[in-house]
């Protein structure tokens, strides 16, 4: 059975673990789909529905991501996929942030605000703009070894960016250079053809250069007015993700750590990077027990993913992080009086 992962529902703020927003599967699951891949079979492996996905607020782990990204590779065998996928990626793929960066004053502008609200869509990497002469850099970092998801996560980054470029251009230009940690896959005309230049492999960074004659076009929805008013939401929400009660950072850790088993207040504590001792004092004087919370997070989640996902009782069981479906059904039984199996079955009937 595929490794599933809990989805973390929270503001793309500070996060125990690194995450990457739940839409951004569903643009991978739709490349895959043209590619001959199940997306079902990419929902099943994070435990999660297209409709589930698709809410703003929904991330999903960057190890689980990745995992995504690998179980497609392995399937399709094209070196050149990454750059597939990338072709569906608009500025509207960002939500707010790519709103904000449509109606900046040029592409350097887009790009610059695209780098400061990033986090919005995944804390996995930093994002950042170099102004280097006659070129802008669009460098890309983010920690890890390079696994076969890593490396062609970071492609499909990369050629995100040069989709964007265009975009904001408004033509198929090339790109100056294109850089990448990893080594040079076995077949590079596709990258060739994407980029307009042969990307180079075993580099220092992963970074994206564009003639800054092209990023310091006018960008064709350019408005004043609306730019302004566009970051002011964006930066209220910068400072608003920030603030978050222990309570929820509490719950949305508990979520994250779910697939791998029952979550531990020691383990929690350490990925808030707080002592035991710190987060039992902040749960006591918030009135909260943490075995409780545990146990409610478990009860909500079970039902959604039976009643509302028709996850099977199986990856149920799993991505609560139960280690027998026997003990999951005596679990949800004593929840909701019926057997987990008999639930979904009304669910479905009532839908």
């Known amino acids: 059975m595929p490794r599933s992962a809990e989805p973390v529902l929270r503001p793309a703020g500070s996060r125990p673990r690194p995450t990457i927003r739940g839409q951004f599967v569903l643009g991978l699951a739709a490349a895959a789909g043209q590619a001959g891949v199940q997306p079902q079979t990419l929902f099943r492996q994070v435990g999660l529905s297209a409709e589930a996905l698709s809410e703003e607020e929904v991330f999903v782990d960057l190890e689980a991501y990745l995992g995504l990204w690998e179980t497609v590779m392995r399937a399709v065998r094209d070196p050149g996929f990454p750059l597939s996928y990338a072709r569906g990626i608009q500025f ?88 990448f940690r990893h ?8 990258h060739r053809k994407f980029f307009g230049v042969v990307p180079r492999f075993d580099e220092r960074e992963n970074a994206l250069d564009v003639p800054r004659t092209v990023m310091s076009r006018p960008m064709p929805l350019a408005h004043a007015a609306l730019s302004r008013h566009l970051t002011d939401q964006a930066e209220r929400r910068l400072l608003s993700s920030e603030d978050r009660g222990i309570v929820e950072r509490v719950e949305q850790a ?98």
């Open 254 to 351: 508990a979520l994250a750590e779910l697939p791998s088993g029952t979550p531990s207040m020691p383990a929690i504590a350490r990925s808030l990077r707080m002592s035991e001792r710190q987060l039992r004092r902040e749960l006591d004087s918030a009135g909260v027990g943490f075995r409780s919370m545990v146990e409610d997070l478990r009860r909500k989640r079970a039902a959604v993913l039976l009643g509302e996902e028709a996850a099977s009782v199986v990856d149920t069981a799993f991505v609560l992080g139960f280690s027998e479906v026997s003990a999951f059904s005596r679990a949800f039984k004593r929840w909701f009086g019926v057997a987990p199996a008999e639930y979904r079955q009304r669910a479905r009937q009532t839908r």
């Open 183 to 190: 080594a040079a896959p076995p077949e590079l005309s596709a």
């Open 92 to 179: 509207e793929s960002f939500g707010l942030v790519g709103f904000a960066a449509l109606t900046s004053r040029d592409g350097i502008e887009a790009a610059q605000r695209m780098a400061r609200y990033q986090r919005f869509s995944s804390d996995s990497g930093r994002l950042s703009v170099e102004e280097r002469g006659p070129t802008i850099r669009l460098r890309w970092d983010r920690p890890g070894g390079l696994t076969l998801g890593m490396r062609v996560a970071n492609e499909a980054v990369l050629a995100e960016a040069m989709m964007l470029v265009r975009s904001s251009a408004g033509t198929e230009i090339a790109a100056a250079a294109v850089h």
